[in-house]
């Protein structure tokens, strides 16, 4: 194993990811930004300097942390923000393999474009010898405002239009935007160059797929080439239904790896993502922001060696899915059967919940309970200073759940009419059942697959349905469990998941991570 070093800068700088110019929060003056490569037991040391103007943290999405929860990157539970030219260094290394990506979990930061892929690499990568080489795709919606305006307005009193509404469909950072419908005095490119991917004919390709959306689920196709899929959020799978997808559903914050084989005739072909606009949460009522000439769709090449330029033949292309489910429900399996554990030990029901405050703001939240998060003091910190540790649950700006030692179970009960993407921190889970019915009297217990279901660290949680997971609690910190929708987190859908708390030590929090929150508290009195 080795130990790879970064050094990011965080700034501002102008973009035009659609054509369509605006300030990017990027990481390097990349978006995405830059992609990290490893092994699987390599350590990353990640020194991140902020330049942004704004504070600003790091998540690994997806990436256990085991024994280092302080570099889960979560402002207000695991870390206080970086302020403004402060810098900050992620240490951790990497038990797992697979797709993951990193992205700012400081307000909605990483809406602006605060995003990359971390690609860890697997010598027993069951699939190695499956491809020749392999390509790096993201697929997001975008917005053509910053976040910040985006975010007052729908926090907003009296607010009750919905979330705010993209402006166009990406595909690994850019997009078409048509520039006839700019507002006079904007800036924009209509000859953005399409993302092009060349290949061989006879060769195969392993495509990594990561939906990096604020609010959208996408589809991810490649026209005339079916997808055979080979992972999912860093666990293989093997399909069982089907050989191969012709169209991957790929909902905000997951990932995908697919094959593909260049057998077809010598040819440009359209690679296309498209926002499935009946998944966007509550659409029908979204009015910030809201623009009818967004493009839905995101187009790049495939590119066969030899092809030459022209443009690629159409097909028929559905452009609107009904469907707004995960893959999982009847497609994939993992690779290897991992059987989920049968026995019990912390029974959870987390009911989706809505209200408004005393300001008639909208909330999100779990069981009653809309998370506000700590600015500057996280949960880790508290507990592990033992300060104000003495029951959260009375805590109305931070709520959590003490979880011990064990096997956790979380009946996620959505029966609101948006649909809702929850992503776990620290682990993955499996999937024992999921469907139709948001309350517990649809759920029978006969019916869990706990044979060999679906391992993931996000899954979709449709209106009115439910979902059953499990996993195992042997990752002692503060997590989150969160629908992915950036707007739903701002609006407090998060839970804090405090795992085995009495096991957190003084001895084992690297100074940094006091001495952060020390500048932090300092920088936030001079900006008052
Ligand atoms: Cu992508 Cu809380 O994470």
């Known amino acids: 194993p080795k130990t790879r070093y970064y050094h990011f800068e965080l700034k501002v700088i102008k973009l035009s990811p659609d054509g369509f110019e605006r300030p990017v929060w ?40 085991r024994g280092t929860n ?37 307000l909605a930061q990483y809406v602006d474009g605060l995003i ?35 975010l007052i307005q729908r926090t907003a009193p009296h607010y009750t239009g919905g979330n705010p509404y993209p402006d166009a469909a990406l595909i690994s950072g850019l997009g078409q935007y048509n520039c006839s419908a700019a507002p006079v005095g904007s800036h924009c490119n209509p000859n953005v160059p399409p993302p092009t991917y060349n290949v061989q004919k006879g060769k195969k390709y392993r495509f990594r797929i990561i939906n990096t959306s604020a609010y959208s689920t996408l589809t991810f196709s490649i026209d005339n080439h079916p997808l055979k899929v080979i992972e999912a959020e860093g666990t293989p799978v093997k399909n069982v239904s089907v050989a191969t997808v012709k169209f991957l ?62 443009k690629p033949k159409s097909i028929a292309y559905p452009f609107t899915f009904p469907l707004c489910q995960d893959l999982n429900a009847n497609a994939i399996r993992p690779y290897k059967d991992s059987p989920a554990p049968t026995k019990v030990t912390n029974d959870f029901v987390f009911e989706i919940y809505f209200a408004r405050d005393d300001d008639d703001v909208a909330h999100l939240g779990i069981n009653n309970s809309s998370f506000m998060p700590f600015f500057n003091n996280p949960t880790n910190l508290r507990i592990m ?27 996620l009960l959505n029966n609101k009419t948006a649909d809702h993407p929850f992503h776990l921190h620290g682990h993955n889970f499996w999937i024992v059942a999921q469907g139709p019915g948001a309350f517990l009297s649809n759920i029978s217990k006969s019916s869990y697959n706990l044979k060999n279901p679906v391992i993931r660290d996000t899954t979709m949680v449709p209106r009115l349905s439910h979902v059953v997971i499990r996993y195992i609690a042997d990752n002692p910190g503060v997590w989150a469990f969160h629908c992915h929708i950036e707007w739903h987190v701002e609006l407090g859908l998060v839970a804090q998941l405090i795992e085995r708390p009495t096991e957190f030590s003084n001895e084992t929090l690297p100074d940094d991570v006091r001495a952060l929150c020390l500048e932090y508290n300092s920088y936030s009195k001079k900006q008052k």
């Open 26 to 65: 990027s990481v390097d003056g990349q978006y995405p930004g830059p992609l990290i490569q490893a092994n699987k037991g390599d350590r990353l040391v990640i020194n991140v300097t902020n330049n942004l103007g704004d504070p600003a943290t790091i998540h690994w999405h997806g990436i256990f942390q």
């Open 70 to 106: 302080w570099y889960d990157g979560v402002r207000g539970q695991t870390q206080c923000p970086i302020p403004n030219r402060v810098s900050f260094t992620y240490n951790y290394t990497l038990e797992q393999s697979g797709t993951f990506w990193y992205h700012s979990h400081f």
């Open 116 to 150: 990359g892929v971390l690609i860890v690499h697997d010598r027993e990568d069951p699939y190695l010898n499956s491809y020749d080489e392999e390509y790096v795709i993201t697929v997001s919606d975008w917005y053509h405002s910053p976040s910040a305006p985006l």
């Open 249 to 310: 559903p790929i909902h905000i914050a997951q990932r995908y790896s697919v094959i593909l084989n260049a057998n077809q005739p010598v040819a440009n072909y359209y690679i296309r993502a498209s926002i499935i606009d009946s998944c966007l949460a509550a659409r029908t009522n979204d009015t910030i922001n809201y623009n009818s000439s967004i493009n839905f769709n995101a187009t790049g090449i495939l590119h066969y060696h030899g092809a030459g330029n022209n």
């Open 385 to 411: 200073l033992q300060e104000n540790y003495t029951d959260f649950d009375t805590d109305q700006n931070a709520y959590g759940y003490d979880i011990p030692n064990g096997c956790v179970q979380i009946t």
